[in-house]
């Protein structure tokens, strides 16, 4: 298995992977969110393949600190194929989004899974993530909806 950038040429098998998270995308849907992110600064979009075959994808992209030294991380996506599950290519696109966000200065990075997806809680626990929201509060405001 080999991680490497996603590209436009990945779409379909982009839209496969955020369809099976949960978030029904058609291959044209996916190759215009990646042109945001391809080749953006600070924003990385890395897909485990294997030969021709993409099975996982990770979405990760920094933020400054203004009220100190240094960015945060933020992983906005991670999945990995339904028949490829349970071979450690998740925790090989994270720790691959791990180092790129060090790589950008980056000193904390920071995940969000939903309650409901009751297999992933102990997989990040077991990668050193604490869950936080016990300690902080997260609000969301929706501002539109479009697509």
């Known amino acids: 298995m080999i991680v490497r950038e996603a590209s436009a040429a990945d779409a379909a098998a982009v839209a496969e992977l955020l369809t ?3 978030y029904p995308h058609s291959a044209d849907e996916a190759r215009s969110r990646l ?4 080749g953006a600064d600070r924003r990385l979009v890395l ?6 075959d993409v099975v996982g994808i990770v979405a990760v ?6 009220e100190r030294a240094g960015s945060w991380a933020r ?7 339904a028949d490829h599950r349970r071979r450690g290519l998740a925790r090989q696109l994270m720790a691959a989004a791990e180092e790129a966000a060090i ?3 980056c000193v904390t990075i920071e995940v969000t899974s939903s309650r409901r997806r009751l297999e992933s809680h102990p997989f990040y626990r077991s990668l050193g993530y604490e869950d ?4 902080s509060a997260f609000y ?5 909806y479009g697509t």
Request: hydrophobic share 55%.
């Open 20 to 22: 099976q998270l949960g």
């Open 35 to 38: 042109a945001g992110w391809t």
């Open 47 to 52: 897909l485990a393949a294997e030969g021709a």
């Open 61 to 66: 992209a920094a933020v400054p600190y203004l």
């Open 75 to 81: 992983v906005v996506a991670l999945a990995v194929d």
């Open 103 to 105: 790589a950008w200065g």
């Open 132 to 135: 936080r929201c016990s300690g």
């Open 140 to 144: 969301r405001r929706q501002l539109s």
